[in-house]
Structure formats: C-alpha cells, structure tokens
C-alpha cells in the first residue's frame, strides 16, 4: 500500500522536525553544562535502597556510572609507576629500609597528590559520569599493621585526603564510593590487596583474629567519618575477598560471611544511613541471602571480566533468578577475549544495573590508546625502588604524572564510553550478541577494535611476566 503525504503534512514533520533538533540541541547543551558547572551534591541527593533500586531522598532511582580512580590508594603495575608483580607492600617496605618510614610515606603521598587532581574529577563528569568508585588501603592511613592510626595537629585521625576526595565529587556532581581494597591480613592472594599470596584475614589464628579486629575499627572509624555525608554512595567492605577461592572453596565462605556481618553491625552502629556494598565478586551466590542475616541498604557487587557476550546475560540472569530483592551494581568489568564493549554496557544499561570502569587512568606501554584507560600515558618512567634516589623517586612521581602534564592521552573509549553514561542502550548489539552495532561511528568503531586487541596482547604479556615471576595464580 503507498501512503501519500500531504503539503501540510511535508511541513507539519519539517516544523516537528527543527522544534525536535533545537529540543535535542537544548538537552546536551544543558547536561554539558551541568558537567561542567558541577550540579554539586546535596542533602536531598543522598542515597539509599528502596527494593531493587538506588534511589535519592525524594524516591527518584538513581543509576550509578562512572569509572574508578585505581592506583590512588594503592598501586598495580600493570597501569601504575611502579614495577612489582607482588604489590605495592614490597616497594613500600623497601623504601622503608632504604629512606626511613617518614620519608616512604612522604613520596607515596607526591604520587597521590599527583595521581589524582582537581581535573580528573572534571574530566569524569564531563563524560557524564555520576559516580567514582576510590580503591583505599589501610596502610594509606595507618603507620603499621597494628592499627595505628595517622593523626592530624589536633590529634584527630587524619582523614583529610579522604575529605578532599569527597568534597572534589562534591563539587563536580559525583558520588564517591569507598572502597577497601587492601585490608589488614590481605583479603585475598592478589597483588592487588596489597601483598599477593599473603591471605590471612581469614585465617583461624591470633594474627587473623587481629587482623579482623584492625579491620572492623577502621571501618567504625571511617563510617563514623562520613556519618551524614550525602557524597557518599556506598562502603565497599572488601574488594574480592577470597578471590578465586570465593568460588572454588565453599568451605571458606562461612568465615567470610560472619566477618561481613561483624563488619556490617561495626558500621550500622556508628553510620545507619549510608548504603553497605558486598562483593559477590564472580557470581551472586558467593554471598548468602542478605536476609539470612538481616542486612538491610545493602547493595550486591560484581566484578565481571567474561570473554564471551553470552556470559554477561547468562550471569546477570542468574543474579536475578537468586530472588535476593536488592541493587546490582558491577563495580569492575572488561570485555576480554571476543565480548564486547557496546554489548556489555548496553546490556547494564538495559537491566539498569549500576557500573564502573576499570579504570581511569594508566601508564605503560600502549596505555594512551588502551580501552582499560580513559587517560593513558606510554612513556611515563616506572621508579626502580632499588636503586632510584628519593630525589628521583618523587620527581617521578611528581608533577609529570599529572592527567593536565600534558603527558596523557584522553584515549579513543573515553569518548566511546560517554556514549552509554546517559543509559544508551544499542538494541542492535544486543539483538546480535555483539556481532552488530549502531552506536558510535565507523572510526571510533575501527579504534576501539584495535586499541582492544592491543590490550588483550597487553594482558597476556603481563600473565606471562607474572608466570615467570611466580606470581600468577
């Protein structure tokens, strides 16, 4: 059947046309304002759960995403400036040894300061972010594994380079999550907990029963802290405890589980407002029925690193049939071997599951093109904590690891990432479990395959240095 069009109807879709465009035209204008500006976080924006949903105090679903500041509180150095397939405790024993303690935490704090500055929260907000999830270690505000805090002139203990963080998402319109990535005792055997092949949070021993105790005090304190502060969004109580062993040793759950709980109760008596987010890490049934243990404002997390489309549904499926009636939120993930970007994204974006990326920022080889990195930099210099001088060390660490140096690349994913910060869905990608999409152009299609592909050659690279090194799990 031809359907004809009259003159007034050529011109009535021509008018709604142009009112469309200028329409379309006035919205980006105003959320690009509004990155800019800021929209700073308020009282009425603090969070909490109501059912399966994230919500503000008026009862408006709030959907997290954002990226997370990895290397600020502690490093890795596959992306960050150091070279130590272990972790980071072993430079910074080391730099003990070799400068003295006071001088060890005087160059971790230059690359703090220099890792993360007032730009950085610009930049995440002007992709149009919402969200910076921060990985902490207890050691950034302890003296030594004993608990020991650092205190300010007044004798308070010394939070304020947390205060700086939140009042930076402040300003600039983001949440702040906090994350313990390192925990007293390792929580894991990564690197990334601090020290790898070092678990023993867990452990049914004196030490680990005072590792626990450390751990339980820092998070009083550190909830106690933020009691109120509307920029939070939640407290990330431990970042992939047990690691693989969540999923391969069920024996270990159960002590996993009553810690959380000890934790939990730890919070909720200083701070009973703010969310509390739990890692099942790889898949929900790593961490029992909130109800079981009367957790409530809770938030589950996941970490995904599938390497196949079908695994991001088969596994966000399996989260919903678990019945478990709280938020998702995918607190780290990367499409490896053939998944993809537009479908993994189009796929939270669709359940509306919260998420952020892994991660920020990064040096190293190919780091200014790489799809892990929204700024990269390939020829920032790695410190040798052998051998380098203090003076070296803190020039290394200094003013040209700075996002604004003029040494980073904003890559080709952090335009190609603030396509879904809006909750773009591709209906093409998911029609096709990835093999088509319609979201971004031919260019940045072409980048974005071969920056992946430079990555995934990447991380091979680094799986089989750590092999060499004993190191890989």
Not at 132 to 142: A, E, K, T
Request: glycine letters at 8%.
């Amino acid at each position: 059947m031809t359907i004809r069009h009259s003159r007034h109807s050529r011109i009535t879709a021509f008018v709604l046309a142009v009112c469309f465009a200028l329409l379309s035209s006035v919205a980006v204008s105003a959320r690009e304002d509004s990155a800019a500006a800021g929209g700073a976080i308020t009282e009425a924006d603090a969070l909490k759960v109501s059912g399966e949903k994230i919500v503000d105090m008026a009862g408006n679903e709030v959907v997290l995403r954002g990226t997370n500041f990895g290397g600020w509180g502690i490093m890795e150095d596959w992306f960050c400036p150091i070279e130590s397939p272990s972790g980071e405790r072993i430079v910074y024993d080391r730099l003990c040894e070799r400068f003295g303690q006071d001088s060890a935490d005087e160059l971790l704090g230059i690359f703090r300061r220099n890792w993360i500055t007032e730009v950085d929260f610009k930049n995440v907000a002007e992709l149009g972010m919402n969200v910076v999830r921060l990985p902490i270690w207890y050691r950034n505000f302890q003296s030594d594994d004993n608990g020991t805090w650092f205190r300010d002139a007044n004798g308070d203990i010394d939070f304020s380079e947390l205060d700086w963080m939140a009042d930076q998402c402040r300003s600039n319109g983001l949440y702040l999550i906090l994350d313990l990535h390192g925990l007293p005792g390792y929580q894991n055997d990564y690197d990334h907990s601090g020290k790898s092949k070092s678990m023993s949070l867990f452990d049914a021993t004196e030490q680990g029963r005072r590792n626990r105790e450390i751990a339980v005090d820092f998070w009083t304190e550190l909830a106690a802290h933020f009691s109120g502060d509307p920029v939070i969004a939640m407290y990330d109580l431990m970042n992939e405890q047990l690691g693989s062993s969540i999923t391969s040793v069920d024996s270990l759950r159960p002590a996993m589980w009553d810690f959380t709980d000890e934790l939990y109760k730890a919070i909720r008596a200083v701070d009973p407002d703010h969310i509390i987010t739990m890692e099942c890490i790889w898949s929900i049934d790593c961490m029992p029925d909130p109800a079981n243990y009367g957790w409530e404002n809770v938030v589950y997390q996941l970490h995904f690193y599938d390497v196949w489309n079908g695994a991001y549904k088969i596994n966000l499926n399996k989260c919903f049939r678990a019945g478990y009636g709280v938020p998702l939120y995918i607190g780290e993930s990367y499409p490896r071997g053939i998944s993809t970007f537009d479908y993994m994204l189009s796929l939270y974006n669709n359940y509306d599951v919260s998420w952020t990326s892994w991660t920020y920022k990064g040096v190293g080889p190919g780091a200014d093109t790489s799809t892990w990195f929204l700024y990269g930099c390939s020829d920032i210099p790695k410190i040798d904590y052998e051998n380098d001088s203090y003076d070296v060390i803190a020039e290394k660490w200094g003013e040209s690891l700075r996002t604004d140096s003029g040494n980073f690349t904003r890559t080709y994913f952090a335009s190609y990432i603030s396509n879904f910060t809006d909750g773009h869905v591709d209906r093409l990608s998911l029609a096709t479990f990835g093999l088509l999409s319609h979201t971004g152009t031919y260019e940045d299609n072409k980048n974005m395959f071969q920056n992946k592909t430079g990555a995934m050659i990447t991380t091979v690279k680094d799986w089989i240095r750590k092999l060499i090194a004993g190191e890989l799990l």
